[in-house]
Every structure is written in C-alpha cells, then in structure tokens.
C-alpha cells in the first residue's frame, strides 16, 4: 500500500515566503536607497523579524553576497555597526 503526500499550506508557504537573507538584504537596499545607511542589529530587529544575533550572522554573509549593497563593518563597541552603501 503506497501514500501520497500532499504539501500542507504551511510547507507551501515557505517556499514562497523570502528567505531571512533576501528579507534583510531588501530592507538594506530600501533603506540605504537614497544614500549611506549606518546601524545596528539590535535597532533594526523588529523591522526585519529577525533577533539581532540572526542579523549580525546574515550581514557576514550579505558582505560578499548581495547584489547592489556595499556592505561594511563601521565599529565594534558595544555592538556592530553596519555601514551601508548602495552601488549602483
């Protein structure tokens, strides 16, 4: 005897939902659309839906890979700041 396995609306769901990673990566390029952007994690957190810790583990990965962004680590006391350029 074989099952078929339908997806649920949920599983489906997430396939169309974006990433956490292109989530972050379209906030930044809104934000930084009319210029420079400086930050950090735990400020824009709840804008995202993500913890500051998610955050600051995404930006590593976003420095090399987002498409349009110049990202760069700005300062290192208390908390990362982020600098934010876009390219164009």
Do not use: H
């Not at 972050?24 to 390029?29: N, S, T, Y």
């Not at 110049?70 to 876009?86: C, D, G, L, Q």
């Amino acid at each position: 005897m074989s099952a078929t396995v339908q997806p649920s609306d949920t599983d489906r769901a997430s396939t169309d939902d974006p990433s956490k990673e292109e989530r972050l990566a379209a906030f930044l390029r809104e934000k930084a659309a009319d210029g420079e952007l400086y930050f950090k994690s735990k400020f824009i957190a709840d804008e995202v839906g993500l913890s500051p810790k998610e955050i600051g583990a995404l930006m590593v990965k976003l420095k090399d890979s987002a498409c349009g962004l110049t990202i760069e680590k700005w300062s290192y006391t208390s908390a990362t700041t982020w600098r934010i350029e876009p390219t164009n």
